[in-house]
């Protein structure tokens, strides 16, 4: 099913309402116009009839002859001053008109405004029509008083409303041209705004399903919107570049792993077919096989474990179990785990413990892990024969733990990456590239921060801050002698 577009939706909804909200101003003013004129000219007409006193004017010519009630009535219509506004008539009693202002006796014998106006009480009736040559006019028929209940004649006023019709169509003329206008602005600034939105979302919704189908090489054009699609264009400019990253990564922690899975399973295959193949017993041969199986299963438990707590941690399904522990306890295990291993590289591992201890709520398996995964970069990314420092001090209810190799170091555009998952600064060494994603993890958990500083060539130090128990920070030879 196909949605309707914002443009059509616009079309049908906006400038369907508009338009026929202006349809009904246009008809209101009109009507209220026309009805405005027309009234003004029944209100002239009955002024007129008013101000020209007809009573008093035909009072002596009422009960007359025909000739005499004539000459009134030619003598009235001669001092009617209002020719300029109006046509005035004088009817006999029959209807019949006897005089004209204009001298011209009308064809026509029967005038509705002047039945209407012996049917009514007011004595007037009026009426708006088109004569026979086709101009409009507006009559109203005043009837002279009665005498012994019999009609005298009337009085019949005309005014044209030709002019006023024609005002009135201009009038509808300007107000359909005013509606045009308005309708049109609004179509024009409408659909630029509309134009503005529809073409630019088209455009994302183009990036948006290249980006789905792995394309994160696209960009969209800003075009200097300083507006809410300019925000959105460049948010998804910067999630692009965001997912491209993230996708290089990915890739590239893929190939670390398979790798860093690949050389440790070639070690213990080539030498599990070597002691298998052996033709007579040779313990040198047998200790240093057995050794290297040794080493490299470690090294495979290291990187799986590394993997699960990566996946625990991304899924949020990362569990500490906290227990009161000397932190300071694990540091001391995981240096003495790694002064073997970096004796046989010449590299020296100095650290003195401290006289004091630790205490604070953690979990020592996954503490111990954190000191493990930097204590093994430090190795890795040191020259054979040089020195790695350890370090804890504490700082009222806290303990600063530092590990400073003087290896290869890390570059500006490195450093702020390096805490982020899959990423590697140096692939040539060994590595997931996700154990300082994992560490800090661990240690945001405990409450605590882990930093990192270092400069190319010269090295890297990793400093680490826990909290401690408010209670006390008892001095560790008192302990043991207290212990002894």
Known sequence: MNAMSITKKWLYSTIFVITLVLLVVAFTVSILFKGYYHNYAKDTLNSLSQS???????????????????????????NFTYTNLCEVWVLDGTGNVIVSSTGFMPSETVYKDYTDALKSTTGKGEWIGELTNGEDVYALTVLLPRTDGKNNGAVRF????????????NLNVLITLFCLFALTLVFISGWFFIRSIVNPVKRVNEVTRRIAAGDFSVQLKTEDRNDEIGELIASINFMTEELARTDKLKNDFISTV???LRTPLTAIKGWTETMRDMTEFDPILMTSGLQVIADESERLYTLVEDLLDFSKMASGRMMLHLTYIDVLAELDMAVYVFKDRAERRGIHIIYESPDFTAPMMGDPDRLKQVFVNILDNAVKYSQDGAQILVNAVRNENEIIISIQDFGCGLSASDLPHVKEKFYKSNVSVKGSGIGLAVSDEIISRHGGTLDISSRLQAGTLVVIRLPLQSDAVNERKDNTNEQE
Request: aromatic share 12%; no cysteine; net charge negative.
């Open 52 to 78: 020209t006193g007809i009573a008093n004017s035909f009072s002596s010519y009422l009960n007359a002859d025909a000739d005499t009630f004539a000459l009134g009535a030619k003598q009235y219509v001669e």
């Open 158 to 169: 005309i005014t044209s409303l030709d002019d006023i019709n024609r005002q009135w169509r």
């Open 258 to 260: 398979s790798h860093e």
